[in-house]
């Protein structure tokens, strides 16, 4: 089992920027690859990012590339998602997620309970 707990997300001005960060915890933490996901009001869930536990692999959505970055912290167990140039549309529940395998932008088995990103115009 993971577990997987999600801090940070808030309300910032638009071009503003906030770091989400995701605490892992479990056996086999280490061996997991890790993503975000989010999802606006009335929308479905889309994935964001993912980073390879070991080799540090990463891949993102074409809408947040350049502005989002993913990186982690094997010593914490702990993900983070920095965010700069923030844009409304980015308003969303941001969930962390892990699954076993390559990198990949889903079969995603544990996830987060989610933290809110509000970004006003």
């Known amino acids: 089992q993971v577990q997987l707990v999600e801090s940070g997300g808030g309300l910032v001005q638009a071009g503003g920027s906030l770091r989400l960060s995701c605490a892992v915890s479990?056996?086999?933490?280490?061996?997991?690859?890790m993503g975000w996901f989010r999802q606006a009001p009335g929308k479905s869930r889309e994935f964001v990012t993912a980073?390879?536990?070991?080799?540090?692999?990463?891949d993102y959505a074409d809408s947040v590339k350049g502005r989002f970055t993913i990186s982690r912290d094997n010593a914490k167990n702990t993900v983070y998602l920095q965010m700069n140039s923030l844009k409304p549309e980015d308003t969303a529940v941001y969930y962390c997620?892990?699954?076993?395998?390559?990198?990949?932008?889903?079969?995603?088995?544990?996830w987060g309970q989610g933290t809110q990103v509000t970004v006003s115009s």
């Open positions: 997620a892990a699954r076993t395998g390559t990198i990949a932008a889903s079969g995603y088995d544990y």
């Open positions: 479990g056996r086999t933490a280490r061996s997991y690859t």
């Open positions: 980073i390879s536990w070991f080799a540090g692999r990463t």
